[in-house]
C-alpha cells in the first residue's frame, strides 16, 4: 500500500469508527430484559421465598449468594416504617428495613415534566435488603415486618439521625441502626442475637436514567489490591467474588447506590439476575458496620465523604485518561462558575497541548497534497517496478521534507483523547440542569432549538473546504462528503455539553487550519527563495 494512500484510509477508518461508536446504541438498542410488569408477576410468583441463598467456600474465601429466588416479594402496598427527608432527598424506609423509594428534590435533577426524580425501581431488588444463609430464617425474615423504635417522620437537613429497627424473628432477633446523613451518605449497623451468616446488598443498580447512549451500567467493585473491576448488565455470570473489596457500587449514567470500607474491606458476591445484570451482596456473621451512599454521583459530593470514592464515578473504557480531564474540568469551572464556558476553555486548552503535534499533521499533508502530481508522474514511470516506485518516492520524500506517516501519528494520538472526552460530558452528572446561554438551560439534554447541532455540522462542512485532500476513491470521497450531515444527524439528540465540546473543537481546528496553511504559504515562498539563490 502506498504511503500517502495510508492516510487517507486511516482518516476514513476514524470517521467509520466513530460513527459505530457513536451511533450502534440508535441503530441496535439495546433490548429491555424485562417489562417492569413482568418482573413484578414474577417476583409475585415467589412470595414466599422459594430457597434460600447458600453459603459456599470459593477460592478467594468470600462467601457466595446463589439464588436469586431468595429476594423478597414485590409488594406495591408495603407500608413505609419511616420517611427522611433533606433538602436533597426524600428516603422511604419499608417494613423490611429497605430503601424502598428515593426521591431527588434538587430542581435540575427534575423530569421534563416537573416531576422529582426516583431512582429506586420498585421492581428490583431495594438497598438494605438482608437474605440469611439458613433457608428457613431467610423465609421467616421475608414474612416478618421490622418495627420502627423511633419516630416515622425524621428530618436530617440539618444534622444527622439514626433510624432503629428491630425484626423478632422465632429464636432471633435482627437490629438495623440506618444513621442518615443530609448529603446521601449513610451508615449501617446490624446486630443479631445470636450469630448467624447473611448477606447485605446495596441493591439493584438506579434506574433513573434510560438514555439510549453507549453507556456503563451494572455494579462497580474495586478490590483490596486497588483494581476496579466493571460488571455490566447482561455479563454477569454468577459466581463473581471479591475478598476485602473497599468499593462496591451498583450505578447507572448518573446514579450509584454504594457500600465501601477502605481500612477492613468487605467480601462481594455477585449475583446473577435476569438476563445476565449483576446484583452485589457483602457477607457478615453477627454484628456488623458498613458505609454506604445512595444519590447522584456528583464528584465534589462523593470526595467530601471519602477521598476514594471518586472511583465510584466510572468512565468506561477511558477512565483512565477521562478521570484527570474530569478533574480538569471541575478545577476551570470552580474558577468561571458555569459550564458551558468551562467546557469551551477546556476545549482550548485541549488543543493548545495537542497544537505541536496537529501542526506536524497538517504540515505534513500540505505537502503530501503538493507532491501528489509528482508521486503521479512517479507511478506512471515506474508502475511495472513497485521497488523501484516505492525507492524514488523515499527519495522525493526525504527531498521536500514530507513525512507519508506525519498525518497518521497526530490523528492516532487524538482518539484516546476525544473518547475520554466524549465520556466524561456524556456521564457527568454535574451538567445536569447547568445553563450556559439563553437558550441552553441544560447541558446534559439536548438543544431544543438544534442550534448547536446546526452550527457543527456547518462548521464541520466548512472544515472540510479548507482541508488539504487528495482523495483518488470515489467512494471515500463521498462518504467524507456526507460525513457532516450524518454528524449532524446523530448529534441533534445528543447532549448539548457534548455538542458544545465538537463545535469547539471545528472552530478552533479551522482557526488551526488558517494559520497552518498561512505558514505553510510561508514556507513554500522561502524554500522558493532558496532555491533561486541556490540556482545562482
Same mark, same amino acid.
Given at each position: ?30 433490548? #429491555?430484559? !424485562?417489562? *417492569?410488569?413482568?418482573?413484578? @408477576?414474577? $417476583? +409475585?410468583?415467589?412470595? /414466599? %421465598?422459594?430457597?434460600?441463598?447458600? #453459603?459456599? !467456600?470459593? *477460592?478467594?474465601?468470600?462467601? @457466595?449468594? $446463589? +439464588?436469586?429466588?431468595? /429476594? %423478597? ?8 416504617? *419511616? ?454
Amino acid at each position: 500500500m502506498e504511503q500517502q494512500d495510508l492516510n487517507k484510509r486511516l482518516l476514513l477508518a476514524l470517521a467509520l469508527s466513530f460513527l459505530v461508536f457513536i451511533g450502534y446504541s440508535y441503530l441496535f438498542p439495546t433490548p #429491555q430484559k !424485562q417489562t *417492569a410488569q413482568q418482573t413484578a @408477576t414474577k $417476583q +409475585s410468583q415467589t412470595a /414466599a %421465598a422459594k430457597s434460600a441463598p447458600s #453459603q459456599t !467456600q470459593e *477460592a478467594t474465601g468470600a462467601p @457466595t449468594v $446463589q +439464588s436469586e429466588d431468595s /429476594a %423478597a416479594p414485590v409488594q406495591s402496598d408495603m407500608k413505609a416504617l *419511616a420517611t427522611i427527608k433533606s433538602k436533597r432527598y426524600i428516603i422511604t424506609v419499608d417494613e423490611l428495613g429497605r430503601i424502598a423509594r428515593m426521591e431527588l428534590l434538587e430542581a435540575k435533577y427534575k423530569d421534563d415534566k416537573g416531576n422529582n426524580l426516583q431512582i429506586i425501581d420498585p421492581t428490583k431488588v431495594k438497598p438494605l435488603e438482608i437474605r440469611f444463609a439458613d433457608p428457613k430464617i431467610n423465609e421467616e425474615a421475608f414474612h416478618t415486618p421490622y418495627v420502627n423504635k423511633g419516630i416515622s417522620e425524621v428530618e436530617v437537613s440539618n444534622s444527622n439521625h439514626t433510624l432503629t429497627l428491630e425484626q423478632k424473628l422465632s429464636g432471633l432477633t435482627v437490629t438495623k441502626k440506618i444513621t442518615f446523613e443530609p448529603n446521601g451518605a449513610y451508615s449501617v449497623d446490624i446486630e443479631t442475637s445470636k450469630p448467624v451468616k447473611y448477606f447485605i446488598t446495596p441493591g439493584y443498580r438506579p434506574v433513573a436514567d434510560h438514555s439510549m447512549y453507549m453507556l456503563v451500567r451494572g455494579v462497580l467493585v474495586k478490590g483490596a489490591d486497588g483494581v476496579i473491576t466493571t460488571i455490566e448488565d447482561g455479563d454477569a455470570k454468577g459466581d463473581e467474588t471479591f475478598k476485602q473489596a473497599k468499593l462496591v457500587s451498583a450505578f447507572d449514567r448518573y446514579h450509584a447506590t454504594l457500600f465501601y470500607d477502605f481500612d477492613k474491606g468487605m467480601d462481594v458476591s455477585i449475583v446473577k439476575v435476569g438476563e445476565g445484570d449483576p446484583l452485589a451482596f457483602v457477607s457478615a456473621e453477627g454484628a456488623s458496620h458498613i458505609n454506604a451512599y445512595i444519590g447522584p454521583k456528583e464528584y465534589k459530593v462523593l470526595t467530601s465523604i471519602h477521598p476514594e470514592l471518586e472511583d465510584a464515578i466510572e468512565f468506561g473504557w477511558f477512565t483512565f485518561l477521562a478521570k484527570p480531564f474530569f478533574k480538569i474540568l471541575h478545577w476551570i469551572h470552580d474558577h468561571v462558575g458555569n459550564w458551558g464556558w468551562a467546557i469551551i476553555l477546556f476545549t482550548i486548552l485541549v488543543k493548545l497541548v495537542l497544537f505541536p503535534l496537529s501542526y506536524k499533521g497538517m504540515m505534513s499533508m500540505q505537502k503530501l497534497k503538493d507532491l501528489a502530481p509528482k508521486m503521479k508522474e512517479l507511478r506512471e514511470k515506474y508502475k511495472g517496478d513497485p521497488a523501484k516506485l516505492n525507492m524514488k518516492m523515499m527519495e522525493m520524500y526525504k527531498k521536500h521534507g514530507a513525512n507519508p506517516m506525519g498525518g497518521c501519528l497526530p490523528m492516532i494520538l487524538q482518539i484516546p483523547v476525544f473518547f475520554a472526552l466524549y465520556r466524561v460530558l456524556l456521564n457527568a452528572v454535574e451538567l445536569q440542569g447547568a445553563p450556559w446561554i439563553l437558550w441552553i438551560q441544560d447541558l446534559s439534554k439536548m438543544d431544543p432549538y438544534y442550534v448547536l447541532p446546526v452550527l457543527m455540522g456547518a462548521s464541520m462542512w466548512f472544515q472540510q473546504k479548507i482541508t488539504p485532500s487528495n482523495f483518488t476513491d470515489p467512494m471515500q470521497e463521498k462518504i467524507f462528503k456526507w460525513f457532516p450531515v450524518i454528524m449532524t444527524v446523530f448529534f441533534v439528540t445528543f447532549p448539548a455539553g457534548l455538542v458544545l465540546y465538537w463545535l469547539t473543537n471545528n472552530v478552533l481546528t479551522i482557526a488551526q487550519q488558517y494559520y497552518i496553511n498561512h505558514m505553510y504559504d510561508k514556507y513554500k515562498k522561502q524554500a522558493a527563495l532558496a532555491a533561486d539563490k541556490k540556482d545562482k
